[in-house]
């Protein structure tokens, strides 16, 4: 079912309302904050025409363009977004993979359960009483299915957890860092976060310990931007590769750099700083996602629309009152119209729909 681009000319006048009172809720909202910027348009992100993008139409996932025109059409019953030029797909209880360019090779629809390709290796599980391996873009099983849980691969690495413990196989399935973790990151910069028994460190590529923090991490983030996000019993701070508290312990909560930015928690409000620490977005959001193309979606009541990384200002408000809105992706962002029953749409880097949201 295609839902009518309600938020275009012609539109029901009930929809033109809704807008122009969220726009005056948002102004109110945001005034002397430093984003609602009616009069700034967002710098267009490249479309690329070949990226896939997955869309539901009347009840089945299929594939648009960049460019909006329909490239596989629907017959899956889940589709994601495509993964290190792969997309999983699932038919039934089974899934497989098919390539995201028109010359690659498709893997047939036969697992139990599948991850996304990384590094051109997926976990994937045959049965659901078998353990998780990895399969190569051709779908040969390069590292036997004999754990119970698999990570993404990252920097030649993916971390495996057998019989409670975590450790790192390498990509032809070599265990090179042994199982000895009680928990286990993906590796960045040349570093995961592991936890020990002495509590939570950062490990180098071939086991070694790289970061031993003087004082006790109750969790331990990624590294983005030369900095990661760690956790004390006072709260969230960051530390840099030489293990020094740089952004001093003074969040509720606190994730990863993107694009130069970080979201954090300040009470019940998310806000973003720079690498220097420095708070450039106040908290004044109920959610936020990260900075993904220049622009992140966040949210206040229930109103979700995009800011700019460049000056945290109000990018565009999606058309229709969008009740969640992802990351940009190849020049496009998903947003979701409605409740439990919603439609899928997709807009452009300016606010424009180019696939009217369907379901």
Known sequence: MILPPS???GSAPSSRVFKNVLLLLMATLLAGCGIFDSGSDATPQGV???????VLINGKWGFIGGDGSVRIPPQYDEARFPSGGMVAVRSGTRWGFLPEADAGSSITVQFAQAGDFYEDRAAVRPEVT????YIDPSGNMVI???YDAAGMFSEGRAAVLSDGLWGYVNATGEVVLSLQYSQAGRFSSGLAAVETAEGWQYVGLDGETIIQPGFRLAFAGPFADGLAPVQTTEGWGYIDENGVLTIPVR???????SQGLARFRSGSYYGFINTSG???IQPQFDEARDFSEGMAAVRIGSAWFYIRSVDGRLAFLPPDGASGAGDFRSGLARVRIGGEDPYFGYLNATGT???FPSK
């Open 144 to 146: 036997q299915p004999e």
């Open 278 to 280: 420095e708070v450039v």
């Open 130 to 133: 078998a353990g998780y391996g």
């Open 7 to 9: 938020g275009n000319a």
């Open 48 to 54: 690329d025409a070949r990226a896939l993008h997955p």
């Open 251 to 257: 969040f509720e909560e606190a994730f990863a750099f």
């Open 353 to 355: 729909y180019v696939w």
